[in-house]
């Protein structure tokens, strides 16, 4: 049981160049979720889906897209990378049976560098 | 509007002595769930304790309670006898049971314990 994984854990991409963030979980989870953690800012939601083939956005969505074809699987893409978007980047899975005290498992995270 | 206050960006704290951090929160939906998280150096999110906002009691887990004040909406967690290895970022985090909504963090606070 390997939890939630994120490839890569490390990228360095030039600006206007695009990449796919890869996220997985074995657990069965239905919601799985995009953060992006900044210096002094905390961690701030980026996409989430609450099932196969759901997305919905977050408190900062801009330059970034998602997709959730398969249930265990969540991409997070930048199309155009910017500066901006040097990040650490968290996805992060949880059950739904609309209970409050649903805690999110995270994954190790990946660290983008755009130059 | 921020809806998760973290008012210290960091703390020292003494080995063996107590300390408290600080989470104020805000919210209108009388049912929603207050978590704690770790992230130590290593980058990863642990999660610590959980208090949901119908519970009669404290939440504890071990050397990890939360001192919830519902009145003041303020959620503060208190590590008791602090180790070297509690030094880390520690983020307090909301979820309201409308609509099942993901976590929102607030900014962290940073604890540095000393020998």
């Known amino acids: 049981n390997a939890g939630v994984t994120q490839t890569p854990k490390f990228r360095v991409l030039k600006t206007g160049q695009s990449m796919t963030l890869l996220c997985a979980q074995d657990?069965?989870?239905?919601?799985m979720y995009w953060y992006r953690q900044d210096p002094g800012m905390g961690l701030r939601l980026i996409h989430y889906s609450v099932g196969e083939g759901t997305t919905a956005k977050g408190e900062v969505p801009d330059g970034y897209n998602v997709s959730r074809l398969k249930k265990q699987n969540f991409l997070l893409g930048l199309e155009s990378a910017a500066p901006s978007q040097t990040s650490v980047y968290f996805c992060a899975s949880s059950y739904s049976r609309g209970d409050v005290q649903e805690t999110q498992y995270f994954g190790p995270g990946t660290r983008l560098l755009v130059l | 509007a921020q809806k998760i206050t973290q008012t210290q960006p960091g703390m020292f704290v003494q080995e063996k002595e107590a300390v408290t951090l600080d989470c104020t929160y805000d919210t209108s939906d009388p049912s929603y769930g207050l978590f704690w998280y770790k992230q130590p150096s290593s980058g990863e999110m642990i999660f610590l304790i959980y208090q949901g906002s119908y519970d009669q009691q404290n939440a504890t887990e071990g050397r990890y309670s939360l001192n919830f004040q519902k009145a003041r909406k303020s959620a503060n967690l208190v590590i008791s006898a602090s180790q070297l290895g509690d030094s880390a970022m520690y983020f307090c985090a909301m979820r309201e049971a409308s609509g099942n909504t993901p976590l929102v963090f607030g900014k962290g606070t940073r604890l540095s314990v000393i020998a």
């Open positions: 657990m069965n989870h239905e919601y």
